[in-house]
């Protein structure tokens, strides 16, 4: 490895649903992260590898920041800390219709003590006045950034030059994975992430938020997989709502992350699910540790 090869770790970090997944997503040609309109989706550390000629960059997408008020949100804290200590580049993202709030705030003074670079993104410009947009940028580059980048995610078909402008801070290091590899997890946990996708983008109120995934069977096959998932829930009353009238609802699901798995295996997805309840699961150390959140 000559000593022009670039790689390190760039963490994501935002508060909830400025577009940190979409960004990764964008950046690294696929998706690992899942996305949907509801605040929180992302509850665990999203690893992704983007692996070039003369550099590979391992990306963070980190868990909306915000103030606890169960375990879980506790959890989810954890993993942005470990993300920020593991950083090499820190990309602060913000959305253009609301910065700032009091989440960035919170965020920006979590990142102020910490000595590496650091750029924000300005995102979703395409949704205000042109006339808006300098002023939030004159505010942004008060902080502590190298380097302060309006963008809209959405809408900018070539973001290259933005993946230049993060590996122009990146040290020169060897590889710290295969140039093959896409990320460190599982296709068990991005099974797991699909379907947790589908209910957020398809269920309302609370049942998202009390509503985990754990595959307890993956089996690959040369030209199919099957999985056997079980979707955890608090209450009885929720199982109702998501098996729907005569199992539409759940049969949707199950056919629309079959899709999903697809997309990412290549294969032909055969999926089993099982609703099953824990009561107050969010609130209990054990019960998490049981669903991952490690």
Known sequence: MDNKFKSGFVTIIGKPNVGKSTLMNRLLGEKLSIVSPKPQTTRHQIKGILNGEDLQIIFLDTPGFLEPRYELHNRMMDYIKIALKDADLILFITDANHFPTDYDQQMLKL?????????????????????????????????????????????????????????????????YYGPEELSDLPLRFFAQEIIREQIFLNFRDEIPYSSTVMVENYQDFPNKVEIDANIWLERKSQKIILIGKGGEKIKSLRMNAEREIYKITGKRAKLTLWIKIKPNWRKKKNALKEFGYQ
């Open 111 to 175: 990142i102020g003590n910490i000595k590496i670079p650091k750029l924000a993104l300005l995102n979703k410009i395409d949704l205000v006045e042109p006339e808006t947009i300098e002023p939030l940028l004159v505010e942004l580059r008060k902080e502590d950034f190298d380097k302060v980048i309006p963008i809209s995610l959405l809408v900018e078909k070539d973001i290259a030059p933005f993946l230049d402008t993060i590996t122009t801070y990146l040290p020169y290091n060897p590889p």
